[in-house]
């Protein structure tokens, strides 16, 4: 479920059309943000975390 998100991230353009098809309606109000990162990490990867705390924490303040 998306309704609660004011902003949401993805990692790349192909994230962001996937979201886009499928929740539509859902996300005329939202901030959607493409971080331009290559899904090619395994799931919470030290790299990939320190990359989205990089990316993503300037987005937040």
């Given at each position: ?6 902003i ?17 309606p ?36």
């Amino acid at each position: 479920a998306i309704q609660w998100a004011d902003i949401i991230f993805v990692m790349e353009k192909s994230h962001q059309r996937k979201l886009s098809n499928k929740f539509q309606p859902r996300l005329k109000n939202k901030r959607v943000i493409c971080l331009d990162i290559r899904d090619e990490y395994e799931y919470m990867q030290p790299e990939l975390v320190e990359l989205l705390k990089k990316k993503v924490l300037p987005l937040l303040k």
